[in-house]
């Protein structure tokens, strides 16, 4: 399993990042950040929200979604 | 194989396993180790967390700041890698000098993508303005007038004044650094070498805050805040860029 953080703005909710480390809480504070921990299998590229929610986006998705013409080549 | 020649051998504990540099482990596994050291003596090297955007979102990462005053040895060197490995992989680096209050950077490389599709660097004045600019690699702003050498010099637009007068009657001046990430389904991070040198060799990491940095150069001039990397554990007290504060 492969770990995630997601991090946000606390205020504004805008995004960040999202990293396969847990920044130190002097990041946190100093960029006003929250932090959302998720784990995948490994095929997981990268995450998308979903309501208040993140859902993983698979390698498999994107070349789903590239074959239909959903993304740049 | 070391680390661009570097002949030591390090291990980085993550918790519950550890991951030896130089063995042979997943690539996931050397992406969550720390290189340190690249150049002995010279420059010492730190990677930055690798960061994703999301599927709608780009990303942005905090990986540096520069603190430089106006004595002799105070004008601080950094050399950054800039490398993204999704989805069109690719790497480019550029060198930033922070003289006093002026900032100059230096390009080398020309990668397969261009502009915000490559993985960026973004000048930031951390005043109130917080006015930005992007520094891609194949921005218009660089210039090859100068010998060959591809340059780039924004000035003191994009830098703080954070004392005046307070390193020994020097005025103290900071680069804010971040990490861009310009489009969606995009990876990368970055190699920042620090190079060491008179009066600047010294590093704080992500143990320490933007507050308490800045306080510490107001007096001391010069020297570099990694606020995403971790303070470094396998190191003795004196680094070959300096000291660990």
Redesign the interface.
């Known amino acids: 399993m492969?770990k995630w953080y997601?991090y946000e703005n606390k205020t504004t909710e805008a995004?960040?990042?999202?990293?396969?480390?847990l920044?130190?809480d002097?990041?946190l504070?100093?960029?006003n950040l929250k932090v959302t921990e998720k784990e995948s299998e490994?095929d997981v590229?990268?995450?998308?929200?979903s309501g208040s929610d993140w859902i993983p986006?698979t390698q498999a998705m994107?070349y789903d979604r590239m074959n239909k013409g959903e993304?740049p080549e | 194989m070391p680390f661009f020649g570097s002949n030591f051998s390090r291990l980085y504990y993550d918790g519950t396993t550890h991951h030896n540099v130089d063995g042979n482990h997943s690539v996931?596994s050397q992406?969550?180790s720390y290189m340190g050291s690249a150049f002995p003596g010279a420059w010492a090297s730190f990677r930055t967390?690798?960061?994703?955007?999301?599927?709608?979102?780009t990303?942005?990462?905090?990986i540096l700041d520069i603190y430089s005053s106006g004595h002799w040895g105070a004008q601080p060197v950094v050399v950054i890698d800039v490398h993204q490995t999704?989805y069109r992989p690719t790497w480019w680096r550029l060198m930033i000098l922070l003289d006093y209050n002026y900032t100059k950077m230096f390009r080398i490389g020309s990668p397969i993508v261009t502009g915000s599709n490559n993985a960026y660097i973004e000048l930031q004045n951390s005043g109130s303005g917080s006015t930005t600019v992007a520094v891609t690699n194949n921005s218009s702003s660089w210039s090859s007038s100068n010998n060959g050498v591809v340059a780039w010099t924004p000035g003191n637009t994009y830098t703080e004044q954070i004392g005046s007068g307070t390193h020994s009657g020097q005025s103290v001046f900071r680069q804010r650094i971040n990490f861009i990430?310009g489009g969606v389904?995009y990876?990368g991070f970055t190699i920042v070498h620090l190079m060491a040198m008179g009066g600047s060799n010294r590093a704080h990491f992500?143990?320490?805050?933007?507050?308490t940095a800045q306080a510490y150069y107001q007096t001391q001039g010069a020297g570099f805040h990694l606020?995403?990397v971790?303070k470094p554990t396998y190191y003795p007290n004196t680094i070959s860029a300096g000291v660990i504060l």
């Open positions: 492969t997601i995004f960040e990042n999202i990293s396969a480390s920044y130190d002097a990041y504070d100093d960029h490994e590229i990268t995450w998308e929200k986006v994107i993304l | 996931t992406e969550m967390p690798k960061i994703s955007s999301s599927s709608s979102q990303a942005t990462s905090h999704y990430l389904y990876q992500a143990n320490t805050s933007l507050g606020p995403s971790s």
